[in-house]
């Protein structure tokens, strides 16, 4: 290895391994040494993939000394979700139901990334089956907060938050249904993004809530994050309800765009996620971003979102349905455990009874209910109505502005333990989040400063559906302008 | 909808999804959905018989592919995973109850 410091983002390290300058190996082997120094205490990993990435990294160096190009990604580590499916190799949602199980097939962003030259370096924890905002629902134990591990993550892809805010690998996968990239972005200090609904294939995404689902990057600037949206993006023939591509360009052009700069871009304030149940330190960071906006030309203005205060309760009906639907598929007869019975539906009973934890079941039984006959219209037929209500609001704010700008989550990172007993109160830590989901369009939170514990905040820029290279235009800015993570809020 | 979730419903539904539920664990998650359906009730009352029903984020029509033949996933691959395999195909247990 050359005495020079090695570059820690994934924009550097593929422009360094393309040029030859620096090996994919050298550059695997130190992230394998900080997960060797500090997994044990993080447990950001289900499976660290160390002889896979030695001989991935190796690969792609032999490529360059061809002369070849092994890609946009070339010789960076990566860390995957282990919701996505990888061929041969254990993927488990932190699920007993399916553990030990090896998928025949690769989820399309885990073979496009591999495409792009991508080192994957393990299977991250997560919330089982992606039902969770503090990965305390793993059934492998906690992810913990790399900068401070008496802190939970967040969740559901606390494994992939805390891997990229520990250097374990500069860039990460995850998925996000209610908030599940963005809010573990935030309390880690990292940048998340949740791209539009159909930009990035869910092939091989085990499915949670197949209408909210997306998978999206997690980085430390917000340029890896563009790189890796880049590299992922696109139509799949594999995902009926992924976008064709000629509809898609400017959304999958966004490294092109970080230094355009916000002038005379419409910023909007979103006063109903700025008052009640949004700590005073979260908002006071939030409103300092606006006006780092402000300061770089951009024109910020308050707007009111009426129909996001009944966000959380069609959220709250609308996934639990049709996770209870997806999830119908273990039943111990094809994949994953079984526990033996004398009959296939007690089979069927005791498998899903032993194979599923307390978080799991309890969306499974709200959505089972949502959906039987006597509630249906009352609750989930009434949730979708109040999607489409949220849908007109988003469109009548976006009229008027062109990004819309909130915090990430309510509060800064909580401690272990501290909203388990709970679950209403874990759910509201999705209340800023969750509103995109609902009308598939792109969002992204990215560090803004500490709180008044010392703990990240995460700032949400909102766009239209497609409006990814607007959003990164904004967080570009917001990125210069970010305060010091180690300055606490005074 | 003004009657709270009770637990003969929590026990009903656990059915429906395969699940089987001890007394404490029907307790626990009778009072805890309990207020989650509360919480839902403001949607629950909302007026909206004028406003259509989103299901999806996309307007997506019927999404048709070339009838072409192609590879599917390897049989054997696939069976491999199986909790229990007999003859190439997935083997369960009495189905109704009969005898085996």
Not at chain 1, 170 to 182: A, E, F, H, Q, V
Not at chain 1, 401 to 426: H, I, N, W, Y
Request: proline share 6%; net charge negative.
């Amino acid at each position: 290895m050359s005495n020079s410091v090695l570059p820690t983002t994934a924009v550097e390290i593929s422009r360094a391994v393309r040029a030859g300058e620096l090996s994919a190996r050298d550059v695997l082997e130190v992230h394998l040494s900080a997960i060797d120094a500090r997994e044990g205490e993080i447990n950001a990993f289900n499976l660290v993939l160390a002889d896979e990435a030695r001989a991935a990294a190796d690969a792609v160096d032999r490529v360059v000394a061809g002369g070849g190009d092994p890609g946009l990604l070339a010789g960076v580590p990566l860390a995957v979700k282990d919701n996505l499916c990888t061929r041969g190799i254990p993927t488990t949602c932190s699920s007993r139901i399916l553990e030990g199980w090896r998928p025949p097939y690769d989820a399309t962003v885990v073979s496009r990334v591999a495409a792009a030259g991508a080192i994957s370096v393990g299977k991250t924890n997560l919330d089982e089956f992606a039902m969770g905002s503090s990965t305390e629902n793993s059934a492998f134990g906690p992810t913990r907060n790399p900068r401070d591990t008496s802190r939970v993550p967040g969740g559901s892809s606390g494994g992939s938050a805390a891997a990229v805010a520990a250097g374990f690998a500069p860039i990460s996968l995850g998925s996000d249904t209610g908030g599940s990239i963005r809010q573990p972005a935030a309390l880690c200090g990292v940048v998340g993004v949740k791209p539009t609904y159909g930009l990035v294939s869910r092939y091989g995404l085990i499915a949670f809530a197949s209408s909210l689902d997306q998978v999206g990057p997690f980085s430390t600037t917000v340029a890896d994050s563009a790189l890796l949206l880049e590299a992922i993006a696109g139509h799949d023939p594999l995902d009926s309800t992924s976008i064709p591509d000629a509809e898609t360009g400017a959304a999958r052009s966004l490294l092109s765009v970080l230094d355009d700069g916000v002038a005379g871009l419409r910023v909007g304030l979103v006063t109903e996620l700025m008052g009640e149940g949004i700590a005073p330190d979260v908002a006071a960071r939030v409103r300092q971003a606006a006006e780092a906006l402000a300061a770089a030309g951009a024109e910020v203005g308050e707007v009111s979102i009426p129909a996001l205060s009944y966000g959380l309760s069609a959220y709250y009906l609308i996934a639990p349905a049709e996770a209870s639907s997806n999830l119908a598929r273990y039943d111990g007869v094809r994949y994953g455990m079984r526990v033996d019975a004398d009959t296939t539906a007690a089979m069927n009973t005791a498998t899903r009874t032993a194979g599923f934890g307390p978080e799991v079941k309890r969306r499974i039984m709200l959505g089972t209910y949502a959906l039987s006959a006597g509630y249906y219209d009352a609750y989930y037929g009434k949730a979708l109505r109040v999607r489409t209500l949220i849908c007109r609001d988003f469109a009548a704010a976006y009229q008027n502005f062109d990004v819309l700008l909130t915090p990430t989550s309510p509060t800064t990172a909580f401690r272990f333990g501290e909203k388990t007993a709970d679950p209403l109160s874990m759910y509201l830590n999705d209340i800023c989040t969750i509103p995109t989901n609902l009308a598939g369009h792109p969002a992204m939170s990215l560090p803004f400063g500490a709180g008044a514990d010392g703990m990240p905040v995460g700032v949400q820029l909102m766009a239209p559906a497609l409006g990814e290279a607007t959003m990164f235009r904004a967080a570009a800015v917001l990125e210069a302008a970010a305060p010091d993570l180690s300055e606490a809020l005074q | 909808m003004s009657e709270r979730l009770s637990r003969d419903d929590v026990s009903k539904v656990a059915l429906l999804a395969r699940l089987e539920l001890t007394d404490a664990e029907l307790d626990t998650y009778t009072d805890q959905l309990a207020a989650i359906i509360d919480h839902a009730a403001d949607v629950a009352a909302l007026d909206l018989a004028d406003v259509p029903p989103t299901a999806h984020p996309l307007p997506i029509e019927n999404v048709l592919r070339p009838d072409v033949v192609a590879p599917s996933l390897d049989r054997d691959e696939v069976l491999s995973q199986a909790p229990s395999v007999e003859d190439r195909r997935f083997r369960v247990p009495a189905i109704l109850g009969e005898e085996p």
